[in-house]
């Protein structure tokens, strides 16, 4: 079976501060991975992707996260974080094939002014 | 980029009522969409799978006669949650693959509470 999990289910952090958002999953087999955003009061939102190719892979906001095929993770980052930033993120699988996704739990990340 | 609606947005019925809640792709077309559904401070969990023009897929555990969908059109699909039931109080989200290559779109949710 598929899982996805994320190990910390809230961050709090200074603007400016640096960001990583753990991600680690299992599947067998080839995968799409995902990291998508959720803002106060809107809709899930894609961040970035990764299908194949570089496994370090660069989304909006100056986002990125790092494919690591051997330790199943893809950890999300970003050097500074600012206040606008603050919102729940959620990594997810795709089995490459098929467009079913599963989802960690989410990290919500508040940033402080 | 491509846009999925939902309708309505939040909805408040009493229990043992029917609620229908519409997703829908506003500029592509859509033969597979997905229904999620998300309890607080938790992930979204796949409910079933839409199929266009033949019967939805349901993941386990989730009641097919309860949570009744119709994939009506390449655009359209919907949820109906029978006699619903204040456990049935969640946060609903569709979405719909972009095409092959490509991401998922999601609707911006509908909540439903059941008094």
């Known amino acids: 079976a598929q899982s996805v999990s994320q190990h910390n289910h809230h961050v709090i952090l200074s603007e400016a501060a640096s960001l990583e958002l753990g991600c680690n999953y299992s599947?067998?087999?080839?995968?799409?991975l995902f990291w998508y955003v959720q803002y106060p009061g809107q809709h899930l939102q894609l961040l970035l992707k990764?299908?194949?190719?570089?496994?370090l892979v660069k989304g909006i906001k100056g986002f990125e996260a790092e494919f690591i095929k051997s330790k199943f993770s893809f950890n999300l980052r970003k050097p500074s974080v600012q206040w606008s930033d603050t919102a729940e993120y959620f990594c997810a699988l795709e089995g490459a094939g098929s467009y079913q996704l599963t989802f960690g739990k989410g990290t919500k990340l508040s940033v402080i002014p | 980029g491509a846009v999925v609606s939902q309708h309505p947005s939040r909805v408040i019925c009493k229990s043992g009522t029917s609620v229908k809640i519409e997703c829908r792709s506003l500029?592509?077309?859509?033969?597979?969409m997905f229904w999620y559904r998300q309890f607080p401070k938790q992930s979204l969990m796949l409910m079933a799978t839409?199929?266009?023009?033949?019967?939805?897929?349901?993941e386990q555990g989730v009641e097919k006669d309860k949570f009744l969908i119709n994939h009506a059109s390449l655009t359209l699909s919907t949820l109906t949650v029978t006699s619903a039931h204040p456990e049935d109080s969640s946060f609903y989200i569709c979405?719909?693959?972009?095409?092959?290559?490509?991401?998922?779109?999601f609707g911006p949710g509908t909540r439903l509470t059941v008094l």
């Open positions: 979405s719909a693959p972009g095409g092959v290559g490509d991401t998922q779109y």
């Open positions: 990764y299908f194949s190719g570089d496994p």
């Open positions: 599947y067998g087999g080839t995968v799409n």
């Open positions: 839409s199929n266009e023009g033949s019967k939805a897929t349901y």
């Open positions: 500029d592509f077309q859509a033969t597979t």
